[in-house]
């Protein structure tokens, strides 16, 4: 079998018990046997080699043969703090940044704001992130944290602060190439208002723009990602 099945509770011994979803999915989809061979991750970084022990409906259980520390990620971490679109978009937008390796991602809250990053929404955000991860082989979950305001996330950041905005100068990669710990601010459908641009440059945040055409949330978040994550590590 060549999918990856994440494990909820890493094993404390050579015994591993997946959660029930993984378990059906094992059974019912991949019609798995006692015997077989699959690969297992606990989000943490370590990768598993199992053997299966017991395969039920809702429970399967292996042995761990082999285990070992493998990282995936990518030279810089990026927290990316994002006025979460509508919709489907979101689960697009979180899929593409676990594939990126963006390290963290921040539902941002503004006064344009259009999507309300409520507790139901944001466990459906972390199980696809699980999925995500599962499809690129990543073994360290991103980070999906409850949503925020501007004035609380700038109050952490990093040195390496961008903020988007189409006034900003034009960014290049060697603003990032320093830095070992990268935030980039992305605001919602109707943009930052003026008065949150200024909080941000206030705060020592650079305000930059990714070009002249106006982006959608998702493609200026990704495109910032692809720019960090790409550019080779400090």
Known sequence: MSERFFIEHPPTGAEVTFDEAESQHLAKVMRANV??????????????????????????????????????????????????????????????????????????????????PVEKAIERLRRTVVEASKQCERNHLMAVDEGQ?????????????????????AIHHDAVVPASDVLALVGPEGGFTDEEVAEAAEHGCQ????GPRILRVETAALAMATLVTTVPGP
Request: glycine letters at 10%.
């Open 35 to 116: 015997g077989d061979m699959v690969v297992g991750f606990d989000g943490k970084g370590m990768e598993y080699q199992i053997e299966l022990t017991s395969v039920g409906k809702k429970k399967v259980v292996g042995s761990v043969r082999s285990q070992a520390e493998v990282s995936r990620e990518a030279s810089r971490r990026l927290t990316l703090a994002v006025a979460l679109p509508k919709g489907d978009r979101q689960r697009w937008l979180v899929e593409k940044c676990v594939e990126l390796g963006v390290a963290r991602l921040i539902p941002l809250l503004t006064k344009r704001g259009v999507a309300q």
């Open 207 to 210: 305000i930059v723009s990714l």
């Open 149 to 169: 305001t501007l004035e609380k996330v700038l109050a952490s950041r990093p040195a390496a602060s961008f903020l988007l905005h189409p006034s900003g100068e």
